[in-house]
Nanobody, 114 residues
């Protein structure tokens, strides 16, 4: 499976941004879909996940600000990011897998200025 993330950019604190990740293949609805990020000089960290059974889970740092959603008809998962903070600056990666998240996209850069 191949993943293509898009939607990153430079925004100001408080702005919103929507990331998208298109997944190749015909079994998108059978995949767990997740978003992760890596800030400069930091380890990669979990952001949000949409389990294939419909459950959703967020990291505490983004809960209430970010929303993950999936469009099974378009093989796409989105990450709506509101009230962005400078500490949200990172390369954002989408990941997919039927059991574990073992396929990764190339990442899209989000920069939030103060």
């Amino acid at each position: 499976v191949q993943l293509q993330a898009s939607g990153g950019g430079l925004v100001q604190a408080g702005d919103s941004l929507k990331l998208s990740c298109e997944v190749s293949g015909r079994t998108f609805s059978l995949y767990h879909m997740g978003w992760f990020r890596r800030a400069p000089g930091e380890e990669r960290e979990f952001v949000a996940i949409s389990w294939k059974d419909g459950n959703i889970y967020y990291a505490d740092s983004v809960k209430g600000r970010f929303t993950i959603s999936r469009d099974n008809g378009k093989n796409t998962v989105h990450l709506q990011m509101n009230s962005l903070k400078p500490e949200d600056t990172a390369v954002y990666y989408c990941a997919a897998g039927p059991v574990q998240l073992d396929s990764w996209g190339q990442g899209t850069l989000v920069t939030v200025s103060s």
